[in-house]
């Protein structure tokens, strides 16, 4: 917990760089310890993963890496056709707005 309390600040700012702060947090885990975000960026999935874990922290004045190697990351890209009509959490709306 006290490590996202460190994370959290530094994500924020590289996903408002990356995304021209178009992002939201679409979900964390009861423990805290798994957290999840939506953002549209013109970068590839790729570009984002590297931007994140590969360092220097985009968008922030750390010399680091935002993530640790041990951090797991998981960006998936998602084009105009997809259908999410069924969840009722926050993906459909935010996908249809944005």
Do not use: C
């Not at 006290?2 to 992002?23: T, W």
């Not at 993963?49 to 004045?61: H, I, Q, V, Y």
Request: avoid cysteine; glycine fraction near 6%; charge should be positive.
């Amino acid at each position: 917990m006290k490590r996202l309390g460190e994370i959290v600040p530094k994500l924020h700012a590289a996903l408002e760089k990356m995304s021209a702060k178009n992002y939201q947090q679409a979900y964390y885990s009861p423990a805290r310890d798994t957290l999840g975000y939506f953002i549209r960026t013109e970068l590839a999935a790729a570009q984002v993963r590297a931007r994140l874990k590969d360092g220097p922290s985009f968008g922030t004045e750390a010399k680091a890496p935002i993530l640790a190697p041990q951090d797991k990351v998981l960006v998936v890209e998602i084009g105009t056709e997809y259908d999410a009509r069924e969840y009722k959490g926050k993906i459909d709306p935010w996908l249809r707005n944005h």
